[in-house]
Nanobody, 118 residues
Framework: QVQLVESGGGLVQPGGSLRLSCAAS????????LGWYRQAPGKERELVAQ???????TYADSVKDRFTISRDNAKNTVYLQMNSLKPEDTATYYC????????????WGQGTLVTVSE
């Protein structure tokens, strides 16, 4: 069983930056992808970014060139550096893991709230 614990959310002004972290523990040998989803009030949960164990990244169009995902395999940690934040980035951000052979997230963190506002 994989456990994912996020940290780093908070309140930031438009144009500001935040870095989210997610520490993974448990049965990790089969994890292929780590990433982040988000859910804004009244909206569906959406993929923000994900990264494979080999370092291949995928981003939502809305965050390309502003967000950067990275992972430290030695620490079993994934990061999301968020720059040039906009009010529409306000959401609860969830860390996810996708095991080898799966096409969808199988484990989710508890979520961390990011609020972008004056």
């Amino acid at each position: 069983q994989v456990q994912l614990v996020e940290s780093g959310g908070g309140l930031v002004q438009p144009g500001g930056s935040l870095r989210l972290s997610c520490a993974a523990s448990g049965i990790l040998w089969g994890i292929y992808v780590l990433g982040w989803y988000r859910q804004a009030p009244g909206k569906e949960r959406e993929l923000v970014a994900q990264i494979t164990s080999g370092g291949t990244t995928t981003y939502a169009d809305s965050v390309k060139d502003r967000f950067t995902i990275s992972r430290d395999n030695a620490k079993n940690t994934v990061y999301l550096q968020m720059n040039s934040l906009k009010p529409e980035d306000t959401a609860t951000y969830y860390c996810i893991s996708i095991p080898v052979g799966a096409s969808r997230p199988q484990s989710w963190g508890q979520g961390t709230l990011v609020t972008v506002s004056e």
